[in-house]
């Protein structure tokens, strides 16, 4: 359940409630006279949150601010993590912006994955509200309800195993979701995209028993601030297991429901501008199919011909990503886009880089917005490394028979992956390989265990921006 954040004058009747504690404030010890010893001990404690339970089952928080907006968020998920799953309500009192930053840890700490649990397995948070007393705007507080509705979404969408979340399947919910909050949502099926010969998607999708798909969605306000469009890419491998190129390694394939990160990220960014009615003008492209070695599947060896007439030499039946990645960012540029974002789950050199603390960027793009971008990765806490675009990475990516190969050297195998599909779009490029924070195997603060919708909060607050 998301718990909604609401604005209130006072503090209410919640069973817990938390207070603010400023290092720098001389009068927290009368806020809450009946606390003012306990307050005053813990002020000169070296704990960031401690908590007192009453005899009547309600709960008394006191979280010393901090100047950094992060540590105030994993403060949210302390509590989560402390609250009984019976709680229905919690009451934050303060005055400055930490109470926010709490909320906003709190609600996305309260994210659980239980929709294939039953009986006494469903152990489902019963918290439905967090109440801030404050001065934020109402607004603020919205916006981020908005985009934490879109998270939860993205996070339901990576959890789904293939066995219910097809290509199709995929399709189909994107559209349930977004087209009520005014996204137009369209869906090419097999057919389609084989007319418009789009032959990296068809070439992945050859050793499936289901059918590609190809979601284009569009939210236009009437007033917004650019004149062309922002396109956002998103891989939608539902799931991967390599193809004739099966993924050899123990544990490898268990995850790959995952591999469908990107379209995830792409969907809940577009989906939370609507929902925020956010004044830029975004088109959504994702290609969708699993990656299978049965039927007819495309194999190492094999040269397709790409939707732009570009020719790829196939080494590697895993390196499929890229391959869908490729048609969907020369669709793109019938747009004639302002500059193009894509993200996916795309490299195992991205993971073993920088880890799952952080994704990769990197592109062709103006480098002033590349910065922006990051800066707002860093507001919200998804991280982003800029890693060099130069030329030199993408020489290894020229065949002796074809125009490309889809695989380079042993080497910086995340910026060669980049470099490759920068030869698919006209337009001025940002890359990001999300491959490291998509999904985790253990719980990392309130991005939690499995998907974690990484990419949405930044990219957000990039676009509501720009």
């Known amino acids: 359940m998301q718990p909604e954040i609401k604005l209130v004058s006072q503090l209410s009747k919640a069973k817990a409630i938390v207070y603010i504690?400023?290092?720098?404030?001389k009068t927290s010890k009368t806020n809450f006279p009946e606390y003012a010893t306990?307050?005053?001990?813990?002020?000169?404690?070296?704990?960031?949150?401690?908590?007192?339970?009453?005899?009547?089952?309600?709960?008394?928080?006191?979280?010393?601010?901090?100047?950094?907006?992060?540590?105030?968020?994993?403060?949210?998920?302390?509590?989560?993590?402390?609250?009984?799953?019976?709680?229905?309500?919690?009451?934050?009192?303060?005055?400055?912006?930490?109470?926010?930053?709490?909320?906003?840890?709190?609600?996305?700490?309260?994210?659980?994955?239980?929709?294939?649990?039953?009986?006494?397995?469903?152990?489902?948070?019963a918290l439905a509200t967090i109440e801030l007393v404050g001065k934020t705007e109402k607004e603020t507080i919205q916006q981020l309800n908005n985009t934490i509705k879109a998270v939860y979404w993205a996070r339901e969408l990576v959890n789904e195993p293939h066995s219910h979340l097809t290509a199709t399947q995929l399709a189909q919910a994107i559209d349930t979701t977004c087209s009520p909050a005014g996204v137009n949502v369209t869906i090419l099926e097999k057919k389609q995209i084989e007319a418009l010969k789009m032959g990296g998607l068809i070439a992945v999708n050859l050793g499936s028993e289901e059918p590609p798909t190809f979601t284009i969605m569009e939210y236009k306000p009437k007033n917004a601030k650019n004149k062309k469009p922002i396109v956002l890419v998103g891989k939608g491998v539902v799931y991967d297991t390599g193809g004739l190129?099966?993924?050899?390694?123990?544990?490898?394939?268990?995850?790959?429901?995952?591999?469908?990160?990107?379209?995830?990220?792409?969907?809940?960014?577009?989906?939370?501008?609507?929902?925020?009615?956010?004044q830029v003008h975004v088109?959504?492209?994702?290609?969708?199919?699993?990656?299978?070695?049965?039927?007819?599947?495309?194999?190492?060896g094999d040269i397709i011909n790409m939707y732009n007439g570009l020719t790829v030499e196939v080494l590697n039946t895993d390196a499929e990503?890229?391959?869908?990645?490729?048609?969907?960012?020369?669709?793109?540029?019938?747009?004639?886009?302002?500059?193009?974002?894509?993200?996916?789950?795309?490299?195992?050199?991205a993971v073993r880089a920088i880890g799952t603390k952080a994704s990769?960027?990197?592109?062709?793009?103006?480098?002033?917005?590349?910065?922006?971008?990051?800066?707002?990765?860093?507001?919200?806490?998804?991280?982003?490394?800029?890693?060099?675009?130069?030329?030199?990475?993408?020489?290894?990516?020229?065949?002796?028979?074809?125009?490309?190969?889809?695989?380079?050297?042993?080497?910086?195998?995340?910026?060669?992956?980049?470099?490759?599909?920068e030869n698919f779009t006209k337009s001025p490029y940002i890359h990001l390989d999300i491959a490291g924070p998509a999904f985790l195997e253990s719980e990392?603060?309130?991005?939690?265990?499995?998907?974690?919708?990484?990419?949405?909060r930044a990219l957000i607050n990039f676009l509501s921006n720009y």
């Open 21 to 25: 504690i400023h290092t720098d404030d």
């Open 38 to 125: 306990f307050v005053a001990s813990f002020s000169k404690e070296e704990k960031e949150i401690d908590f007192i339970k009453k005899e009547d089952g309600s709960w008394v928080f006191f979280v010393k601010a901090n100047k950094d907006a992060e540590k105030n968020r994993m403060k949210g998920h302390s509590i989560r993590k402390q609250l009984p799953k019976e709680i229905t309500s919690v009451c934050i009192s303060d005055e400055s912006n930490v109470g926010l930053q709490i909320a906003e840890g709190l609600a996305l700490s309260n994210y659980q994955f239980l929709v294939h649990l039953t009986g006494k397995n469903r152990k489902e948070y």
């Open 245 to 278: 190129s099966l993924k050899p390694t123990a544990h490898s394939m268990d995850l790959m429901k995952s591999d469908m990160g990107g379209a995830a990220c792409m969907a809940g960014t577009i989906y939370g501008l609507a929902l925020n009615k956010a």
């Open 283 to 300: 088109i959504g492209l994702i290609p969708s199919t699993d990656n299978r070695p049965g039927k007819n599947a495309y194999a190492p």
């Open 321 to 349: 990503g890229r391959m869908i990645l490729a048609d969907a960012l020369s669709y793109g540029d019938k747009y004639a886009p302002e500059f193009v974002i894509d993200a996916a789950t795309l490299t195992g050199a």
């Open 360 to 421: 990769i960027v990197m592109g062709n793009a103006d480098e002033k917005l590349i910065t922006k971008l990051m800066k707002s990765g860093t507001e919200v806490h998804e991280r982003l490394v800029h890693l060099p675009f130069w030329d030199e990475y993408g020489e290894e990516m020229k065949s002796d028979i074809a125009d490309l190969k889809n695989i380079g050297g042993p080497y910086a195998g995340m910026i060669s992956a980049g470099k490759f599909l």
């Open 444 to 456: 990392d603060g309130y991005r939690g265990k499995g998907g974690t919708g990484t990419g949405i």
